[in-house]
């Protein structure tokens, strides 16, 4: 079956510190990958998606970037963290053709 | 473009309390359906789906009936519980395009 990991679960950080997130999903080939935050109390936001290795869509425009190094990992970075990226931040996957997104457990990123 | 409508919350019932969280959508097409839930502190989990019209998605007692000539969603579910606390998302899938409601907090008092 298929399973999706992110980590870290939870992450204090400075303003002005880099960041690194990283989430992997095991048991499927070539999926389609999200990530998206959640500001406390809101609703979610698409950040970034990827199709492939190496493919990577934004849809906000921010300091945050991702990228896809291999089929089933995708990494959210920043150079230097904002006090306005502080969120819960999900990473998500689907099939082609399945239609269906699932998600992984989330990080709690606090920026200070 | 695509967008998805839920009723406003916070939502509050007591137990054994009827439950009904309106959904509706606009779409240029005809998309799939979904209900997630996202119980405190974790990840959005898939509860129900529905892929064409009049099609009804069910799991856990929750179910939803997808509904193209008024475009809703709406979720339901008879007798709630204290442990169905949490945000409900609906959101709608078309063409690889996901797109998610803003969520609707439920609380469910003993």
Known sequence: SQTIHQWPA???????????????????????LYWYRQAAGRGLQLLFYSVGIGQISSEVPQNLSASRPQDRQFILSSKKLLLSDSGFYLCAWSVIDKETQYFGPGTRLLVL | GDSVTQMEGPVTLSEEACLTINCTYTATGYPSLFWYV????????????????????????????????????HLEKGSVQVSDSAVYFCALSLDQNFVFGPGTRLSVLP
């Not at chain 2, 502190?41 to 000539?69: P, V």
Request: glycine share 10%; hydrophobic share 25%.
């Open chain 1, 10 to 32: 939870t992450l204090v950080q400075p303003v002005g510190s880099p960041l690194s997130l990283e989430c992997t999903v095991e048991g499927t080939s070539n999926p389609n």
């Open chain 2, 38 to 73: 996202q119980y405190p502190g974790e990840g959005l989990q898939l509860l129900l789906k529905a892929t064409k019209a009049d099609d009804k998605g069910s799991n856990k007692g929750f179910e939803a009936t997808y509904r193209k000539e008024t475009t809703s969603f």
